[in-house]
Nanobody
Framework: QIQLVESGGGSVQAGGSLKLSCAFS????????LAWFRQASGNDREGVAS????????YYADSVRGRFTISQDTSKKTVNLQMNSLKPEDTGVYYC???????????????????WGQGTQVTVSS
């Protein structure tokens, strides 16, 4: 059974930084797509960044490219999201999600993911 556990959320002022971590376990293979999504109050869930664990290839939403970095730590079995130059519009609940690397759908297609973490709150104040 796949398990995803997020950590690292919190409150920060605009311009600050936070690092989120997603500890994963239960994968049958090393070829998976892990992603971070976020959901602000009243909004749909949106893809923030993703990473293929087999190749290391990454994807970013236009709104975070150049400010956020997704990476993996294979020894700790975590996928991390370093968030710099945070803006109030980055506020929301951040979720870690996973699916097999060869599954259908774009990286930001949330219904295509079959495993989700419980979410962690990120609040950026102006």
């Amino acid at each position: 059974q796949i398990q995803l556990v997020e950590s690292g959320g919190g409150s920060v002022q605009a311009g600050g930084s936070l690092k989120l971590s997603c500890a994963f376990s239960g994968f049958r293979t090393n070829h998976n797509l892990l992603a971070w999504f976020r959901q602000a109050s009243g909004n749909d869930r949106e893809g923030v960044a993703s990473l293929f664990t087999g190749t290391g290839r990454t994807y970013y939403a236009d709104s975070v490219r150049g400010r956020f970095t997704i990476s993996q730590d294979t020894s700790k079995k975590t996928v991390n999201l370093q968030m710099n130059s945070l803006k109030p519009e980055d506020t929301g609940v951040y979720y870690c999600a996973a699916r097999p690397a060869l599954s259908k759908g774009t990286w930001s297609d949330s219904p295509a993911y079959n495993s989700w973490g419980q979410g962690t709150q990120v609040t950026v104040s102006s």
